[in-house]
């Protein structure tokens, strides 16, 4: 018993320390969707958008972001192998977190790419459940939009902002896979 106590109070306590404190309290649990219910269902896809966007407010807007470290494999001019530490594209970069609107996100409830049933984490496949969209400067191609202002993905690259302002960015084209470490600081 004391060690299942133990285990439930580390994993807590891991949580907590993973998401930051200003972490979506918002479960999807809590909005239930229902077969041939679409309004309703909207309406819950909505109001769940509403609780993770009145939580995560303080996040949306322009970040100046500052690479501390990268490694990874490249392919050189005569195509050999170089791997390490390596040299990012742009050590500085400018991210810009921008919330979707109740409209927008209605329009597109309503189009064909409809919610999926019983899951709201499905937002990869379905533009209905995204209440953000990100634009790097430079431009680091098309990332798809999110339901949290901590996690973006396009094609060939993941950016996860954390709770501390830190950043890990996996980027992975032919000949060239790498991970950069930073930290962002809020302009506005």
Not at 17 to 26: D, E, K, L, M, V
Not at 45 to 64: D, F, H, N, S, T
Not at 90 to 95: G, H, R, Y
């Amino acid at each position: 018993m004391k060690s299942m106590f133990r285990t439930l109070a580390l994993s807590t306590t891991c949580f907590l320390f993973a998401t930051g404190s200003s972490h979506a309290i918002c479960h999807d649990t809590a909005f239930k969707l229902e077969k041939d219910k679409k309004e309703k269902n909207i309406d819950q896809i909505l109001a769940y958008g509403q609780c993770v966007k009145a939580e995560q407010r303080v996040r949306v807007g322009k970040w100046a972001c500052q690479v501390g470290r990268t490694a990874g494999m490249q392919l050189d001019e005569q195509r050999r192998v170089i791997s390490d530490r390596v040299s990012p594209a742009n050590e500085k970069f400018f991210v810009t977190i921008k919330e979707i609107s109740d409209a927008e996100k209605r329009i597109r409830c309503d189009a064909s790419e409809y919610g999926l049933i019983d899951n709201l984490d499905g937002y990869h496949a379905n533009r209905c459940l995204i209440n953000y969209d990100v634009e790097f400067s430079p431009s680091m191609g098309k990332f798809l939009g999110s339901t949290d202002t901590y996690n973006f993905q396009s094609e060939h690259a993941k950016f996860t902002l954390y709770g501390t302002n830190h950043f890990s960015l996996f980027e992975g084209e032919t000949g060239n896979f790498l991970v950069s470490l930073g930290v962002c600081e809020k302009l506005n």
